[in-house]
């Protein structure tokens, strides 16, 4: 189970995921995402984006190896986020994430300390995308 949310006031997409992620629920959630991203319109690139993975169970290699791909795909830089922050309780999850990392990307236990990091880059977004 997945679900995707756009925070226009701060540029942030927000993707929550619990559960057993299958390949096929990969390609939906992606799918998803990157409209959510494409919504931001002039915004989209400048992003940021949290994956609120605590109740997310161990992935697979091969559905973990295509999520990696979307992080790593130059065809797709235009949907890369500025900042990358990944949310989760598990340590496994946290070290099999650790293998996707860009510079970008963190991995954090605490959402509030993950949300902070995130927004740090953000001040230089216009006044009408900037958090309250």
Known sequence: MYSVSVDRTRAMIRMTASGFF???LLEASAAELHAAIRSLGTLAGRHVTLYDYRGLKVVQKDVLDRY???FTDTGMTRL???RVAFVT???????????IRRE???VFADPDEATAWLLEVQDDLPASAQAA
């Open 89 to 99: 309780d598990s340590a496994l999850l946290g070290f099999q994430l650790q293998r």
């Open 22 to 24: 299958t390949m096929p």
């Open 80 to 82: 890369w986020a500025r």
């Open 68 to 70: 990696g791909r979307y």
């Open 104 to 106: 970008n990307m963190r």
